[in-house]
Every structure is written in structure tokens, then in C-alpha cells.
């Protein structure tokens, strides 16, 4: 079957960097995606892996291993509005993207 | 990036009626569209992928008949949800893609409450 795998809940201090793990299974495999997710509001796009290592974007990095099934999301720098739900979704062999629960990350002064 | 308009943001109904939501692509022309649903604390949930021009294909579990979608434009989707009941409020997300696109853009998502 098809599975995603992330802490439910992470509290981290604002300018602290945090990061935030995934471990997948899917039907085959076209990249990841991560998104966040802040309450009551629609998914926004953080970004997409797919191939193994590190993308680096501003203040956010993803990382991809394809072969241990498992990605990262880096924050750095935190600040209290980046308070919000982080989904990590692959993409399966049809182009279908996988969603779990999501990590929900908690900023405190 | 592309811009995926849902309308409306939120809606509140009475139980046995029908309520429609929008899902539009403003800048692009979106082959697919998917219907996600959430509810509080959990996963989206994918309701059923819809190709312009095409019935959509719904998932296991998702009723065909209560949940009625819609793609007869490259730019426009809707979801009809038919006599509704409070079981089904929910958050109710798009999100659509072109056909050169991996990345599919989300709407601001639908807030339905049934009463």
C-alpha cells in the first residue's frame, strides 16, 4: 500500500531551524512535494524533489533520498508565521499525489 | 505562479439542499482538476480527478451521485454537493494543472457548514 509517514507535532523557537522528516511508500515514484498548510486555509506549494538531494529556496531546503524513501524540510530563521501544518505528498506512478496527516509546527517566542 | 480561483470561500446551507462550488483557473488552462475534501485535523482526502471534457473519476468511497462534478472548460470546474447534511461539512479544496504542469495549483478552498 500506499504510505506517508511525519511527526504529528513540532515545537520549535522562533529563530531556531527546525526540521521536519517524511518517510514514504508509494506505487511508484515522479517526486515529491511539500506544501504548508496554515488553519483554515488551502495548501501553498514549498516545493518539489525529484531527484536525490538538496533544494535549497530562501529560507526553506527539501531533501530527497529516492532510494530510502525519505525527505526533509529545513527551516531556518523561524519566525512565529511560519506556525502552520507542513504535507508532505509524493507523487505516485500516476502522477497522483500521496497525502498524510501532516506535521503540525508550533513557533514559540 | 498560476492563479486557481474557488468560490465561494464559505457557505451555509440547510440540510436537503444542494450547493455548488466553483473552481477556476485565471491564467492557464487547467486539463485536470482534482476535489479534495478535509476535515479538521486530518488529510485532504481526493474526491475525484476530473479531465476537461471528461466524466471524472472518483474514488473509492466517494459518491458519484451526491457529489456531482463538472469540467466542460479548460478554465472552469465545479462541485455540486447534493442534498447535503451536516455530515457533510467539510473543507472542500481544487486544485487544477495544465497539461505540461507537474505542480497542480490549489484554490482557496470552500468552507461548507450544513445546519
Known amino acids: 500500500g500506499q504510505n506517508i509517514d511525519q511527526p504529528t507535532e513540532m515545537t520549535a523557537t522562533e529563530g531556531a531551524i527546525v526540521q521536519i522528516n517524511c518517510t514514504y511508500q508509494?506505487?511508484?515514484?515522479?517526486?515529491l512535494f511539500w506544501y504548508q498548510q496554515h488553519a483554515g486555509e488551502a495548501p501553498t506549494f514549498l516545493s518539489y524533489?525529484?531527484l536525490d538531494g538538496l533544494e535549497e529556496k530562501g529560507r526553506f531546503s527539501s531533501f530527497l533520498s529516492r532510494s530510502k524513501g525519505y525527505s526533509y524540510l529545513l527551516l531556518k530563521e523561524l519566525q512565529m508565521k511560519d506556525s502552520a501544518s507542513y504535507l508532505c505528498?509524493?507523487?505516485?506512478?500516476?502522477?497522483?499525489?500521496?497525502w498524510g496527516a501532516g506535521t503540525k509546527l508550533i513557533i514559540k517566542p | 505562479g498560476a492563479v486557481v480561483s474557488q468560490h465561494p470561500s464559505w457557505v451555509i446551507c440547510k440540510s436537503g439542499t444542494s450547493v455548488k462550488i466553483e473552481c477556476r483557473s485565471l491564467?492557464?488552462?487547467?486539463?485536470?482538476m482534482f476535489w479534495y475534501r478535509q476535515f479538521p485535523k486530518q488529510s485532504l482526502m481526493l474526491m475525484a480527478t476530473?479531465?476537461?471534457?471528461?466524466?471524472?473519476?472518483?474514488e473509492q468511497g466517494v459518491e458519484k451521485d451526491k457529489f456531482l462534478i463538472n469540467h466542460a472548460s479548460l478554465t472552469l470546474s465545479t462541485l455540486t454537493v447534493t442534498s447535503a447534511h451536516p455530515e457533510d461539512s467539510s473543507f472542500y479544496i481544487c486544485?487544477?494543472?495544465?497539461?505540461?504542469?507537474?505542480?497542480?495549483?490549489f484554490g482557496q478552498g470552500t468552507r461548507l457548514t450544513v445546519v
Open positions: 491564467d492557464f488552462q487547467a486539463t485536470t
Open positions: 476530473s479531465n476537461e471534457g471528461s466524466k471524472a473519476t472518483y
Open positions: 524533489n525529484v
Open positions: 505528498a509524493p507523487m505516485d506512478s500516476n502522477y497522483q499525489l500521496i
Open positions: 508509494t506505487s511508484g515514484f515522479n517526486g
Open positions: 486544485s487544477a494543472k495544465g497539461a505540461r504542469d507537474t505542480e497542480a495549483f
